[in-house]
């Protein structure tokens, strides 16, 4: 499975995107895909989740209520939805995917394939 995450940019806060995550693999259906971000100077760090039918989400709390992750597999794309984008949201996104159990998908170890990520920048 490769995966590529694209929709980056630099938005002022407030702001929206939209980012996608493409995978080439013919099991992609079959994993979970989570979203993970790296600020620099910090650790990566679980955004979203979310299961290989797209029947269970899992969010972080810090972007519970402005993120929403959805996952279309006819066209092998998750996509991450941001609203109300704050400054603190700046990152490398990273989409992976993985077969985690429920209760550890904001664990990343457990993810197999991994995206090249891609950036985010939001000004204040």
């Known amino acids: 499975v490769q995966l590529q995450a694209s929709g980056g940019g630099l938005v002022q806060a407030g702001g929206s995107l939209r980012l996608s995550c493409v995978s080439s693999?013919?099991?992609?259906?079959?994993?979970?895909v989570g979203w993970f971000r790296q600020a620099p100077g910090k650790e990566r760090e679980f955004v979203a989740s979310?299961?290989?039918?797209?029947?269970?989400?899992t969010y972080a709390d810090s972007v519970t209520g402005r993120f929403i992750i959805s996952r279309d597999n006819a066209k092998n794309t998750v996509y991450l939805q941001m609203n109300s984008l704050k400054p603190e949201d700046t990152a490398v996104y990273y989409c992976a995917a993985g077969r985690p159990i429920a209760s550890a998908v904001f664990t990343s170890s457990l993810y197999y394939y991994w995206g090249q990520g891609t950036q985010v920048t939001v000004s204040s």
């Open positions: 979310i299961s290989w039918n797209g029947g269970r989400t």
């Open positions: 693999g013919r099991t992609f259906s079959n994993n979970a």
